[in-house]
């Protein structure tokens, strides 16, 4: 069994799932841009931040680093709030635009936006959903080991598997 100070604490999304979807040369047709802190596709607008999720069984959290879709007008006050102490006053409502893994109800769940002057957006997660649940409640141990074999692959398999294949010459 994995020791849980071995697993992962910290995913991030490169860009929105309806960016990430297409290959560079399809983005540009499409006219997507991003940096690592904003997207626009269209008239859609989106901001990066993180999803924090403690840990029930330590003083510890996991962090989704995801992106949100936000209304342009929010994305834009954001934008001229960015990295200013006027962040701090901007609270709003957007729609999680990456699937979370082991998540099913993640991608397009609602979420509190919470800005920050000196740190990336903080995003609270619809409570009716299981990530939002989590979030809510912590993420247990057999849990974290569940999602790091989603997201790794299950090592520990494959090395008793390795083993075996060494007893058996």
């Known amino acids: 069994m994995t020791d849980v100070s071995d697993l992962c604490r910290d995913i991030q999304m490169k860009l929105p799932d309806d960016i ?8 540009y047709t499409l006219g997507a841009r991003y940096t690592q802190d904003f997207a626009a596709l269209g008239d859609r607008r989106f901001i990066f931040g993180v999803i924090t999720v ?29 990295r200013s102490d006027l962040a701090n006053e901007l609270r709003f409502e957007g729609t999680l635009a990456n699937e979370i893994p ?3 109800e993640s991608l397009g769940a609602r979420v509190t936006v919470s800005c920050f002057e000196d740190r990336r957006p903080v995003f609270e997660v619809d409570p009716d959903t299981d990530l939002g649940t989590e979030q809510c409640e912590g993420l247990t141990a057999e849990a974290h080991r569940e999602l790091d074999a989603i997201l790794f692959g299950d090592d520990e398999e494959d090395e008793d598997e390795l083993e075996n294949d060494f007893k058996g010459e």
């Open 20 to 27: 990430w979807m297409h290959d560079e040369l399809t983005r």
């Open 102 to 104: 082991s998540y099913s």
């Open 54 to 82: 403690p840990l029930s069984y330590a003083e510890d959290e996991f962090t989704w680093g995801c992106w949100v879709e936000v209304s342009p007008e929010d994305h834009d006050r954001y934008l001229a709030a960015f």
